[in-house]
Structures are given as C-alpha cells and as structure tokens.
C-alpha cells in the first residue's frame, strides 16, 4: 500500500491543477450558457444550412444548441479533449515516470514484481481518472443550478461524465502501453499525446463526412454520439469496445514492461 | 554560433513535419471545400428571408464576409493555431529546457560563453525555425488566394491574414520558453506542449460558444483574427497589443530567470 499512497500523494498537486481547467470551462460554460442558447433556435437552423464540412470545423456538428442538454453536448466534446490530454498523461506517466526521474534502480530492486509495482502505479492513475469523472458530474450539478432550469439534469450529467470516464480509460490505457513500448521515455510520451491529437482530427473528419462509416473505431472521441447520450441510447458495442481495447492495452502494457530494459535514453 | 547550429540541427525535422502537416490541412480544407463552401449562400440566404427583418439585417450585412475566400480561411484558423501553437510552444521547451532534461547543464554552462548570449543563440535557433515554418504556410495561403479567390484581389490583406499564425506561434514560443525555465523539472516535452496548445484550443472554443468580449484577453487564438485582417485591413488593436505585450513580458522573464536561475545540484 505504500506505493499505492505515494503515487496518489504525488500525483495530487497535478490533479488539481487539472481540475481546476474543468471547473472553469464547465462552470463557465454552464453559467453563461442562457446567452448562447437565446439566439440557439436561429444558430441551430442557420448552420443547418451551411456545407457538412464547415458545421463540423466549428465543432457545431449534430447538436441543437437551443436546448440545453445540446448546448452541454458541445461544452463536453471539448471536456473529453481535455480528458484525454490528462489520461495520455496519466498513462504514460505511471509506466516511465521512474526512468524519466533515473529513480527506478531505487524502486525496482525493492522485493516486489515490476507487475506488482505497475499495478499500483496504474490503479493510482485509474483512481485520478475516475475522480475527473466525478468532478465533471459534481460541476456540471453545481453549476447547473445556477441557472435555475425547471428540468432535472442529473442523468444526462451522469451519462455523459461515464462517457468521460470511458474514453479517458482508452487513451490512459493506451499512452502507457506506448510508453512501455518505446525505449526513450519521451517518444513514448510523444506517440501518446500524438494518438490523442490524431484521434481528435479523426473525429473533426468524421463530422466531415456524410458516411464515415468504419472510421468510428479510430477515434474514441466518437464512440459516443452526442444524440445518443442525450436520448440514453449509449451503444453497447462502443461501451464495450472501450473496455476490450483498454484491457487489451493494459494487458500488452504489463507484457512488455516486464521484459524491457528499465533505463530511459 | 554553435548552440545555434546544435539546436537547429536536433530540432528541425520535427518542425519540418509539423509545417507539412499544417500547410497539407490548409491546402485540403480549401481546395477540398471552399467550393462547397460559396455554393451554400443561396440556401443561407433563402433560410434568412423567413426570419425577422431586423435578424436578417444584422446577419444580411456580414453575408459578404461570411461567404468569401476570408470568411472560410478564418474558419480553418482555430486548427492551424491548435496545430501551430503545440509546435510552437514544444519548440520553446525543447529548447529551453534540454540541458535541465538531460541534467548536464554544468557542462553547458561551464563553457567561455555568456549565459545570455546562450539564450539568444536558443532564442535565435527557435525564431528561425518559426520563420521558415511560417514562410512556407505564408506562401501556401497566398498560392491559394490567387487560385481561389475572386477578383479583385487584395494581397496586401491576405498576408496579414496569414501572418497571424506566426503572431500566435511566437506568443506559444514565449509560453514554452517561460515553462521551460521556471518549471523545476520537464518530465515530457510533447506532453506540456499538448496540454498548452489545446489550452488555447479551449479558451478559443469557450470564447467561441458564450462570445463574452471580456474571455478574448486571455484568449491567445484570437489576439490576431485573421477574418478581421481579411475585411478590415488590420487586427483589432487592443488584442493584438495585448498578444505583443505578453509575448514581450513572457520572453523577458525567460531570459531574466535564464540569465540568473540557480543550477541544481545533480
């Protein structure tokens, strides 16, 4: 358990600094939310009317931001960019972060297995994960009732903050799997920030498209549509993807940190 | 010059890919839908005649703008920036942060050779690198503005326009540079010029969906809007002094910090 609370003990001060990039985009958002929404009905039906390709460059793809719940959707494709950023930190942290800091000889002739060390060192990010999760539940409630809205918003957060926690559960699995691949610490890094920058141009392409098709399976950014959460129609298929290439990840991670050589170049 | 040249020499390939990228983008996005793009109007403008005169009147007046070869490169402008400001701003911290990641900054230090003159020679190696990057996208863009758009052609405005992406990169390059110096320790390049360029990325969104005048000053895509060099001939000059004020600020502190930080024992 020691190491398990040392990690969450260093990895707390980067947390809140990460949090605090949520609270102001959700509350921000949220709060001055009733000025973009008045002229909505107008902005939905205006660009409704403009090229697939150009709806999709202002990120406006798909949504109805007369409605409330619309306006969240684009305000949480945003947070799951930001999500994604934190996790392929998160990933590629727990696995190199020791040979980055040239402490591993110290931990890793300690009497535990290095999948035992991985382990807690992955849990801990896991649990940094979830908490963003919460906290975006936590904000968008908090913040909601400034608005004094008549409706009851909780599921929609709840659904939406779960997506969060998926998606980032695929890019924190696959940053650290990248950077257990590599030999150099910081090309791991890079493969894993790149991985989320490509996915995000993959999902800007997707909204291009009249009929992406198959390209859904590249960008987790899509697994879940925006129609789809608000209606409470998550696919399963992508739910469950999620987790099978997240465990897939893990599972090749712990493979290959096992057999690597520790020093980073 | 030699940390000039070693600079240059470990950096240039990745800024090289990410010109390549940025000018492809630019190139596909309007050669791919800009067409698409000015054929859209009539139905814009169809949809706008059922509307309230005094709705249709407000947007009727920026139809012009809206549809031209300006309004669709403003259009594309957030993703150049996202893209321009996470090489920029990993330039700035490559550079400024080498000896501190490999720790031999003793043996960098040690050398007959001011402090200051080699940050400069850094500082240097980056402006180059952004210049000839910037060069490259400049003459893309101008390329595609005589192609595309429709006489008569104002070029003097088209490369204003497309200047503001070198404007927004060197404010980046100062970001990095300033992080790189203060930070205590740069574990990940790659992951801190990331997690600064969609910063802007998302301030520029946020600033997009509530449109609250008060958000742009910290908002560093839009110091420099291009759809405002485009019909107006000029940026909006209290942004575009507050982007030069706080690039000017940020690389002061640099190098101060540079020039006077204390050097860790190994």
């Known amino acids: ?265 | 010059m030699n940390v000039y040249r070693f600079e240059l020499r470990r950096a240039w390939v990745g800024v090289a890919v990410w010109t390549l990228v940025i000018t492809g983008l630019l190139v596909g996005l309007i050669a791919g839908a800009l067409p698409a793009f000015l054929e859209s109007r009539t139905a814009v403008e169809h949809m706008l005649e059922q509307f309230p005169p005094a709705f249709a009147a407000m947007f009727g007046m920026q139809m012009d703008n809206l549809f031209s070869f300006g309004g669709f490169y403003a259009f594309g402008f957030l993703y150049y920036a996202l893209f321009g400001a996470i090489m920029a701003s990993g330039i700035g911290l490559d550079l400024f942060s080498r000896e501190k990641r490999e720790k031999c900054m003793d043996f960098l230090l040690t050398k007959p050779r001011a402090r200051s003159r080699l940050f400069l020679e850094k500082l240097l190696a980056a402006l180059t690198m952004l210049l000839g990057s910037n060069v490259i996208f400049i003459l893309a863009s101008l390329a595609l503005y005589r192609a595309y758009a429709p006489a008569p052609l104002l070029t003097e405005r088209a490369l204003l326009a497309a200047s503001s992406l070198l404007w927004i990169e060197l404010l980046f390059l100062a970001i990095g540079a300033c992080s790189a110096v203060f930070a205590r320790k740069v574990r990940s390049v790659s992951g801190m010029a990331t997690a600064i360029g969609f910063a802007g990325f998302l301030l520029s969104a946020l600033h997009s969906l509530l449109e609250e005048e008060k958000l742009r000053y910290i908002t560093p895509f839009k110091y420099y809007d291009a759809a405002k060099a485009f019909f107006d001939g000029g940026f909006e000059v209290r942004y575009a002094l507050t982007g030069a004020a706080v690039t000017l600020l940020l690389m002061t502190a640099a190098y101060l910090r540079y020039i006077r930080a204390d050097i860790p024992a190994l």
């Open chain 1, 1 to 265: 358990m020691n190491l398990f609370r040392k990690e969450l003990k260093s990895g707390f001060k980067p947390f809140l600094f990460w949090s605090l990039g949520l609270f102001v985009f959700v509350f921000a958002g949220i709060v001055k939310s009733s000025a973009a929404m008045s002229d909505g009905k107008f902005m939905t039906e205006l660009i409704s009317k403009f090229p697939r390709i150009v709806v999709a460059a202002m990120g406006m793809a798909n949504v109805n931001i007369a409605q409330f719940s619309g306006f969240y959707a684009v305000l949480m494709l945003y947070i799951f960019v930001l999500t994604a950023v934190y996790a392929a930190h998160l990933g590629s942290g727990a696995v190199s972060r020791e040979s980055v800091d040239k402490t591993y000889e110290f931990l890793f002739t300690k009497p535990r297995t290095r999948a035992f060390i991985l382990s807690r060192k992955l849990l801990a990010g896991l649990v940094f994960l979830a908490a963003y999760a919460c906290l975006n539940l936590v904000f968008s409630l908090l913040a909601v009732r400034q608005l004094g809205l008549p409706d009851d918003y909780s599921g929609l957060f709840a659904r939406f903050s779960l997506a969060l926690w998926l998606i980032g559960l695929v890019f924190f699995s696959l940053a650290a799997l990248f950077a257990a691949g590599f030999r150099a610490a910081e090309h791991g890094a890079r493969a894993g920030n790149l991985a989320v920058l490509g996915a995000y141009v993959l999902a800007v392409a997707y909204d291009m498209i009249d009929q992406p098709g198959i390209l859904r399976f590249f960008t987790p950014f899509r697994y879940f549509l925006n129609a789809e959460v608000i209606t409470g129609n998550v696919s399963l298929l992508f739910t469950l993807l999620c987790l099978a290439l997240s465990t897939v990840f893990l599972l090749v991670t712990f493979r290959r940190f096992e057999a690597r050589d520790l020093g980073a170049l």
